[in-house]
């Protein structure tokens, strides 16, 4: 696969959508994750169980699914976020522009993975903004593992740190980051 002769298509999906990719999904969750496979956590029956019960119900529930030569390459999805005044009030101190806007609502980006041979060619970035392209929200959220490489290319795509959180009992602790989507 190089990036002169395979072309991403990119495609949306709606939660029954999604779960009908369950195979290509855990297949670039398990590649995009392999070297976190010692931590339960990220396995990807966890990966699964997590889309499964608690992401995809969510009202508006939307996936972005990367193909290059009919093969799942990467995949971002996200949600509207349940609690917005809370990374409202974090994100507050870090984007002054936020100070204007009069909606409350958050979009979380909840998930993104991308197989390594397909790193380095540009798609991950071209999947991330289609995921945000067309949302409403004036703010969008994500929390990224803290010590990840990942949040120096989430810095340079405009995300800004706001925080510290561990979201689940057993998750390890997340960076949040936030980014401005409209003012």
Aim: aromatic fraction near 12%.
């Amino acid at each position: 696969m190089t990036g002169t002769d395979s072309e991403l298509s990119l495609e949306r999906y709606d939660a029954s959508g999604a779960l009908a990719l369950a195979e290509e999904l855990k297949s670039v969750y398990l590649a995009s994750h392999r070297e976190r496979q010692g931590d339960p956590w990220y396995s990807p029956e966890r990966f699964w169980d997590r889309l499964e019960q608690l992401y995809a119900p969510i009202p508006e529930f939307e996936l972005v699914a990367g193909w290059v030569d009919g093969r799942l390459i990467g995949y971002a999805f996200g949600t509207p976020y349940g609690r917005p005044k809370t990374v409202l009030d974090k994100a507050v101190r870090r984007f002054s522009a936020l100070g204007a806007v009069t909606t409350d609502s958050v979009y979380i980006f909840r998930e993104f993975g991308v197989h390594p041979v397909a790193r380095g060619m540009g798609y991950a970035r071209r999947i991330h903004d289609a995921l945000l392209a067309e949302r409403p929200e004036s703010l969008a959220y994500l929390l990224v593992r803290e010590g990840n490489p990942a949040r120096k290319v989430y810095e340079s795509w405009g995300w800004r740190a706001i925080g510290r959180t561990q979201p689940f009992a057993d998750s390890p602790i997340m960076v949040e980051m936030a980014k401005l989507l409209s003012v």
